[in-house]
């Protein structure tokens, strides 16, 4: 069956991201738009998906926590994880190999966490934006270790992307899946990096902002949907 996805959504704890994209409004507007299953990413953070998740539950969409990690060459990765457990051990480990820098609201946006009702419960201090300590040469194995599974983000942007810092996606890093835009092409791309070829190459949003998700267009083919169907895919 088809099941149509978008795995890098950001909420209101992400400093970038939209007051409007709290946890009722990012699944609704998921609902709306005929998604079956999502993944909340915000940057260096997972303490907004157990809201999301929860209010996923209630409304039969399938919400699979994760982050997009900044690494250290300063290229966007989104790690998915199996269960909020995982997500928030991972969220731990990345916390304690952040650069400590205060948030100035004024300048980056608030980072707020929410609950399922879409209160505020807490502001996050420390800038989430920032590079980690984290190589992208060893992300998967990290990730790995919290079972779970990671790919560089929209590969054909200017900026924070692994193709625009280092030129190519090494080998070593041993990616399966790689993220393009919505508007980028993929025949181009593999043409100019045959690496792709042999890698699963997905379409998400990276949405913001409510407007800027997308019609239930890109779709996973799958016997049954979950987040493990889901992240044995992108895996294998």
């Known amino acids: 069956m088809k099941y149509y996805y978008d795995l890098h959504l950001h909420s209101c704890l992400s400093p970038c991201g939209d007051m409007d994209m709290t946890p009722n409004n990012i699944v609704g507007m998921a609902k709306l738009l005929g998604l079956d299953v999502i993944a909340l990413t915000d940057h260096n953070s997972t ?15 399938c ?9 250290a060459e ?11 457990e995982k997500a928030n051990a991972f969220n731990d480990y990345v916390k ?3 650069m400590q ?30 590079a980690t300590d984290i190589s992208v040469m060893n992300v998967k194995e990290l990730v790995s270790d919290f079972d779970g599974v990671c790919y560089p983000a929209h590969i054909n942007r200017d900026s924070m ?15 399966t899946t790689a993220e393009i835009s919505s508007s980028g092409d993929v025949e181009q791309l593999k043409a100019m ?8 190459i997905v379409k998400n949003s ?3 902002y409510l407007q800027n998700m997308k019609d239930k267009e890109n779709y996973f083919e799958l016997d049954a949907l979950s987040i493990e169907s889901v992240l044995a895919l992108l895996k294998n």
């Open 161 to 175: 992307s692994i193709l625009s810092v280092l030129g190519e996606i090494p080998p070593e890093c041993d990616f």
């Open 193 to 200: 990096h045959p690496i792709l070829n042999n890698m699963l």
């Open 101 to 130: 820098f205060e948030n100035r609201a004024d300048i980056y946006g608030r980072q707020v966490i929410m609950n399922e009702n879409d209160e505020e419960i807490e502001e996050v201090k420390n800038l989430l934006i920032l």
């Open 63 to 71: 919400v699979i926590p994760g982050m997009e990690l900044t690494t």
């Open 206 to 208: 990276d949405a913001h």
């Open 47 to 61: 303490l907004n998906c157990q809201a999301v998740i929860k209010v996923g539950k209630e409304n039969g969409l």
């Open 74 to 84: 300063e290229i966007h990765v989104v790690c998915l994880f199996p269960t909020l």
């Open 96 to 98: 304690a190999h952040q």
